[in-house]
Nanobody
Framework: QVQLVESGGGLVQAGGSLKLHCAAS????????MGWFRQAPGKERDIVAA????????YYADSVKGRFTISRDNTKNTLYLQMNSLKPEDTAVYYC??????????????????WGKGTLVTVSS
């Protein structure tokens, strides 16, 4: 079993930055593809960014390309999401998720195997 715990959320003004952390338990983290998803009130949970097991391949939703960077440190069992130039529409609960395979074939939240409880990011105007 993999346990995921997000941290780093908070309140930030538009144009500001935050860095989210996801701490993962277990010895299999380095073999899992990972992703960040977000869900705003009344909306579906959507992909933000994803990364393969080694960090050598990444994916970003169009809405965050050029602003967000996903990375991982397998020696620390940690996933990161650096968020720059934040916009009010980025306001959401951000979730860390893991897939028990090295690559993702899609970026559907339903395809992920493990989830954290989320961390709230609020971007004020």
């Amino acid at each position: 079993q993999v346990q995921l715990v997000e941290s780093g959320g908070g309140l930030v003004q538009a144009g500001g930055s935050l860095k989210l952390h996801c701490a993962a338990s277990g010895r299999t983290f380095s073999s899992y593809a990972m992703g960040w998803f977000r869900q705003a009130p009344g909306k579906e949970r959507d992909i933000v960014a994803a990364i393969n097991y080694s960090g050598g391949s990444t994916y970003y939703a169009d809405s965050v390309k050029g602003r967000f960077t996903i990375s991982r440190d397998n020696t620390k069992n940690t996933l990161y999401l650096q968020m720059n130039s934040l916009k009010p529409e980025d306001t959401a609960v951000y979730y860390c998720a893991a897939k028990a395979r090295p690559y993702l074939k899609n970026y559907d939240s339903n395809d992920m195997d493990y989830w954290g409880k989320g961390t709230l990011v609020t971007v004020s105007s």
